[in-house]
């Protein structure tokens, strides 16, 4: 859908061209939108494709008539397994209009058309870029955040139950850590190129806050990093946790196995055609004999399983004891 907008009074208003300068927003872009692209703004297949390529890092290009700079924003998708993920934005510069041209849509995006973003102009273009900037590391900073709440819910179940629903979630989560930090220090790269490069005209006020922007985006770096090494140690703790519980559990298994495979033994053996001891004491002695073994071996079994339990209350509870106590009672 491809909408143009026009300021009114310092407010975006949706609108026809003027000869003011436009923003030609191009959201969920339809076959028919690239053909209107390439047809009435003169943008060429090659850009557009570049541009809906959900791969596509951030970059600075320029052609005969306009200039490109892609960027990637941040996108939150309900519906999608990976709820928070990234995704490339295309920023057209002519001398008398924007365009911009995203596969999907963003809050970025939304906030701008809104209005919700504080002295927006249009009528300064590299400034309208760099609000797109800083706008995409605000977005960034609390989708970061937002993910770590996320995590930390989960965490809280796991240590209640752990299933593979929640380990699926934390999975997910990890993924949109490494989707935000793999886009941050693509867009940094483009930082450091508009710094650089006179494509974009920009003055020393604009230079100024582009700085500031590239802070901001420095400081959502760290902060995907911090989250990612978080993430990847929770993983690594839950595996070990499932590990440490499957050979607990093994263990029982092989002590009642252990206890079940001495009866099979004894009634194999007394199941021979050969004499036996017990022959001669007729009656159910030998059934008595088999009984009397399995009682005494389950006694058995019970007593070790009991005393495991017991030792381990008894380590977790001296493990609560203030350290003064322990002293004392050494």
Not at 295 to 323: C, I
């Amino acid at each position: 859908m491809i909408r143009i907008w026009k300021q009114e009074n310092g407010k975006l208003v949706e609108g026809a061209k003027t000869d003011s300068p436009v923003w030609v927003d191009a959201r969920n872009v339809t076959q028919e939108d690239i053909k209107i692209l390439e047809r009435e703004y003169n943008i060429e297949t090659e850009t557009i494709v570049d541009i809906l390529d959900q791969d596509e890092l951030s970059r600075l290009d320029w052609e005969n008539d306009y200039v490109v700079v892609i960027v990637r924003l941040p996108v939150f998708l309900a519906e999608s397994d990976i709820s928070y993920t990234t995704t490339p934005l295309g920023i057209i510069l002519y001398p008398d209009k924007v365009i911009t041209i995203c596969w999907t849509d963003g809050e970025v995006l939304h906030d701008m058309a809104t209005n919700r973003v504080r002295n927006l102009s249009l009528d300064d273009l590299p400034s309208f870029v760099i609000q797109v900037l800083a706008r995409a590391d605000l977005i960034f900073l609390r989708y970061l955040k937002a993910i770590n709440r996320n995590a930390s819910a989960i965490q809280t179940a796991l240590q209640k139950s752990v299933r593979n629903l929640e380990l699926m979630q934390l999975l997910n989560l990890e993924k949109s850590l490494v989707y935000f930090s793999t886009s941050l220090k693509s867009n940094q790269l483009l930082f450091e190129k508009l710094m650089r490069t006179r494509l974009i005209q920009m003055d020393e006020e604009d230079r100024d806050w582009l700085e500031d922007v590239a802070i901001d985006n420095r400081q959502a770096i760290e902060m995907a990093d911090v989250y990612t090494s978080t993430m990847s140690g929770t993983m690594d703790t839950f595996a070990s946790v499932i590990s440490n519980n499957l050979s607990i559990t093994m263990k029982k298994l092989t002590v009642i196995s252990l206890v079940l495979m001495i009866p099979t033994m004894v009634t194999s053996f007394f199941g021979m055609n050969i004499p036996l001891p017990t022959d001669s004491w007729g009656g159910n002695a030998p059934l008595l004999v088999i009984l009397g073994v399995c009682v005494l071996l389950s006694g058995a079994a019970s007593v070790l399983l009991r005393d495991k339990r017991k030792k381990k209350r008894t380590d977790s509870a001296w493990g609560r004891l203030p350290r003064l106590g322990r002293k004392r009672r050494e």
